[in-house]
């Protein structure tokens, strides 16, 4: 055997090692990554010091949380719905919540002076909005969600949720 061989051959264990049997992330995981991402770019947005700046950042925020909001519900929500009254308490919660950054996002998409106190007030308003859903979807929602599901569930869910996310349009 070659040099060559025996190396193609260990890579291709490696490779399998790494990427065969890897049942992927927790749904958790990938969830708390998209959370720290959107709340940067929230950030951002209230910091940006110019209109072109602040429209800049507000598409990455609508291309981030628009498809990470429609496959959580999706996934995640109407998983834990029909569990129990508060695991349906937290998912109502949740879309409520999710439907007034979607209003929110619709009303900063329609100013054109993003310089204005008007859209500076609003994109306050929505990075506080975003920190408190955040904060309450890792403790309440979360907690429903190791109740109900083993990590292999949960595995399952983050591969499906990936693939939800991609079929998302955003406007
Ligand atoms: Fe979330
Ligand atoms: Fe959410």
Redesign the pocket.
Known sequence: MSIMDVFTKTSKKVEHAIVGDDPGFDILHT?KQ??EEVQDLLKKLVEGESTAARKATLKKIKAALVP??RA?EKL?YDAILTKDKQSKVDGTE?YIEHSLADKMLGNLGKMTNAMSPEFTATAKVLKELIAH??QE??SN?WADVRKHFSVRHRQEMNRKFLAAKKKIKVN
Do not use: A
Request: no cysteine; proline share 0%.
């Open positions: 969830l998209e959370h990470h909001s959580e995640v949740g859903h955040i979807e890792e929602v």
